[in-house]
């Protein structure tokens, strides 16, 4: 069965494209913020949103890819190449969950004033507005069909809007305080907090991804049944159900029936009630995309 473009894949895909685009101009901005301000938050900030955007950009060409597939093959791979790719997301916020606290140990040791903080303060408000808008249209699109990817880029915005409305507090009150001796701890103090809700969205990104990651058969009783069923009502010589293989892809349920026909029945009625088969079963279990492969039964004669 061919995979249809729907316009909300197009609008994943769109999405998606976004979200790395303004990535790369953001780390160019971050660069500069952090030769201007000498923070250990900036420096942090400026390591996370590139292993962010390589992450989101990972997801896009991921996304990409599995929209494009066309042939009427049943598919593993694609299910499982986006899941990994939500296990790296869950990655990258771990490893920016330890650069953040290595950086504000370091500074803590050795406490150093700051620079100029306006451009990186201005930038960390521009950064909140957009990454709560790419929060919200992350999860919009998320709740209309789940896949893993679109699941991971809205809890991947959200700790991104979280962290830009730390960093602009951090600065902020760093800024306000320059002037007093134990302003050069809120620095390395703010990264901390930063830090301390990375591991936990991490943990339910990658709990999801990896589940997904595994082959499963069907275990609901009541699919197994109108599977049965409807294979039941395909005629009166119909095929008998020898196994069952399913996958999830995205927001497809991809099942693959093996049926064993009668030696001596005619390749068109093997045609025929495959058909009916696939057709009656897509129409009852939604987002579903079914193959039957027929087996030979061959009667034995003494």
């Known amino acids: 069965m061919k995979k249809n473009n729907t316009s909300s894949d197009k609008k994943k895909e769109k999405i998606l494209r976004n ?11 971050s660069v500069i913020a ?44 694609y299910g499982k190449l986006e899941n990994l790719a939500s296990l790296i997301v869950a990655e990258v916020i771990i490893i920016s969950f330890f650069v953040i606290v290595y950086n504000a140990m370091t500074r803590m040791q050795n406490p150093s004033p700051v620079g100029n903080l306006w451009f990186g303060f201005l930038l960390a408000i521009n950064d909140f507005a957009l990454n709560s808008w790419f929060w919200n249209q992350n999860y919009k699109l998320a709740q209309q069909t789940y896949t893993p990817i679109m699941e991971s880029q809205w809890r991947l915005y959200r700790i991104k809007t979280i962290i830009n409305g730390c960093v602009i507090l951090i600065l902020g009150l760093t800024m306000l305080f320059k002037t007093y001796a134990w302003s050069l701890f809120i620095d390395p103090v703010g990264s901390l907090l930063v830090a301390i809700y990375l591991p936990i969205s991490a943990y339910h990104i990658a709990r999801q991804s990896i589940r997904e990651l595994l082959d499963r058969a069907i275990v609901d009783v009541g699919l197994l049944n109108l599977i049965k069923q409807v294979i039941g009502s395909s005629g009166n010589d119909h095929p008998k159900l020898v196994n069952i293989r399913s996958r999830q892809v995205g927001c497809h349920k991809h099942i693959e029936l093996i049926l064993e026909f009668d030696g001596n029945t005619l390749l068109t009625d093997i045609q025929s009630v495959s058909s009916f088969i696939v057709a009656d079963l897509e129409i009852r279990i939604p987002n579903s995309i079914i193959a039957c492969i027929p087996a030979a039964r061959i009667s034995k004669s003494f």
């Not at 979200?19 to 901005?29: H, Y």
């Not at 949103?49 to 991921?62: D, G, M, N, P, Y």
């Open 34 to 77: 952090l030769y201007l301000g000498r923070s250990t938050t900036q420096l942090a900030d400026l390591i996370r949103k590139s292993c962010e955007t390589l992450a989101v950009f990972l997801s896009w060409l991921t996304f990409r890819k599995s929209s494009e597939e066309t042939n009427q093959s049943y598919n593993y791979g």
């Open 19 to 29: 979200g790395w685009l303004f990535g790369v101009c953001g780390i160019g901005s």
